[in-house]
Structures are given as structure tokens and as C-alpha cells.
């Protein structure tokens, strides 16, 4: 089975439906994540989307795949894909290796320090970094600044989630 052929568009349903078959037939999971990877920015897109849903719906199907998934992520530059992909760390971050927690904390630093990066990648980078920040408090003043930096320059959205960011260090930053 072409794979691709379960995404001929960007629909919420078509996402769902093809998640739902990911779910019922394991086997093609490797090839949907690769998919979210792909070198086709629409494809990976949607792909992406997919991945995102059958974590939503089944995190242990996922979990095996999330270093992967990280790896990926570092050097891909597609914006859907990490716009998509960031919020499997939200809840998977604490899984990682060492060597992998350090990657996605860089990789969510620079998101989080560019302001060429897309909104809702600053965002969720901003999310992930702070549930690192619970089981590494090394980083909570590191965040804390790097969000007060950021924020005037900011976009509503932005600034919506540094709120709830910075309320937070606020009470645990003694």
C-alpha cells in the first residue's frame, strides 16, 4: 500500500481516518513517520499531522520511535513537521537519554531564541523546555530569562504562553 494515498488532502477527517487505519495496521507506522520527514513539505505536513493524532491516541505505539522522531526533527526544515512533532515532547521529553534531552533542549533553545522561528514553534518550545525544566531546575532561570527577552517583541500568542510560562518560574525560582 502507497501510504500517501491515505492523505490526498488536509482535512481534519482525512487525518483522522488515516490515524485511524495506523492504528489498526502497526505495520505501517515506520513508514508514515519517514513520511513526516519527507523532502514532499505537504506530504510531511500531513504526515506529521498523523503521527501527532496516533500519539494522542495511543502514546506506547509512538514511544518507541520518539528518539527517532527527535533525530529527525534536529535536521529537518520543514516547519509543519517540527510545528507538529514538538508537541510529542510536551509529554515525552522525561523518556529521552541524556544525550537526546540535550538535543531537544537545543533544539528548543534555538527555536525559542530565533525570531524567524514560527510562533507556534516558539510556543511549544517554551512548553517542552519548561517540563524539562521540573526534572532539570538547572534550566528554570535560563528559561525564565530567555522568555522575558523575548516577550516585548512578541507576538499575542506568544506572549499568551509566556505568561502562563513565566508565572510559573515565577513561583518556583525562589
Given at each position: 500500500?502507497?501510504?500517501?494515498s491515505?492523505?490526498p488532502?488536509?482535512?481534519?477527517?482525512t487525518a483522522?481516518?488515516?490515524?485511524?487505519?495506523i492504528l489498526a495496521?502497526?505495520?505501517?507506522?515506520?513508514?508514515?513517520?519517514?513520511l513526516?520527514f519527507?523532502?514532499?513539505?505537504?506530504?510531511?505536513?500531513?504526515?506529521?499531522?498523523v503521527?501527532l493524532?496516533?500519539?494522542?491516541?495511543n502514546p506506547?505505539l509512538?514511544k518507541?520511535?520518539?528518539p527517532?522522531?527527535?533525530?529527525?526533527?534536529?535536521?529537518?526544515h520543514?516547519?509543519?513537521?517540527?510545528?507538529?512533532?514538538?508537541?510529542l515532547?510536551?509529554?515525552?521529553s522525561?523518556?529521552?537519554?541524556?544525550?537526546?534531552?540535550?538535543?531537544?533542549?537545543?533544539?528548543?533553545?534555538?527555536?525559542?531564541?530565533?525570531?524567524?522561528?514560527?510562533i507556534?514553534?516558539?510556543?511549544?518550545?517554551?512548553?517542552?523546555?519548561?517540563?524539562?525544566?521540573?526534572?532539570?531546575?538547572?534550566?528554570?532561570?535560563?528559561?525564565?530569562?530567555?522568555?522575558?527577552?523575548?516577550?516585548e517583541?512578541g507576538?499575542?500568542?506568544?506572549?499568551?504562553?509566556?505568561?502562563?510560562?513565566?508565572?510559573?518560574?515565577?513561583?518556583?525560582?525562589l
Amino acid at each position: 500500500m502507497n501510504i500517501e494515498s491515505l492523505l490526498p488532502n488536509t482535512y481534519r477527517k482525512t487525518a483522522d481516518d488515516a490515524a485511524s487505519f495506523i492504528l489498526a495496521h502497526p505495520n505501517y507506522l515506520k513508514e508514515i513517520i519517514q513520511l513526516s520527514f519527507s523532502e514532499k513539505r505537504i506530504m510531511a505536513m500531513r504526515a506529521s499531522r498523523v503521527v501527532l493524532l496516533i500519539h494522542y491516541k495511543n502514546p506506547k505505539l509512538i514511544k518507541p520511535s520518539v528518539p527517532y522522531i527527535l533525530d529527525q526533527l534536529c535536521v529537518t526544515h520543514n516547519n509543519s513537521s517540527i510545528r507538529n512533532l514538538l508537541h510529542l515532547f510536551i509529554d515525552e521529553s522525561e523518556q529521552l537519554d541524556e544525550i537526546r534531552l540535550g538535543k531537544l533542549m537545543a533544539l528548543c533553545f534555538k527555536l525559542l531564541e530565533s525570531s524567524a522561528a514560527e510562533i507556534a514553534q516558539r510556543a511549544l518550545s517554551m512548553q517542552v523546555l519548561y517540563k524539562i525544566s521540573n526534572y532539570i531546575p538547572d534550566i528554570k532561570s535560563e528559561l525564565k530569562a530567555l522568555v522575558e527577552i523575548n516577550y516585548e517583541e512578541g507576538s499575542p500568542g506568544f506572549k499568551s504562553t509566556a505568561n502562563q510560562i513565566l508565572k510559573k518560574l515565577n513561583t518556583e525560582i525562589l
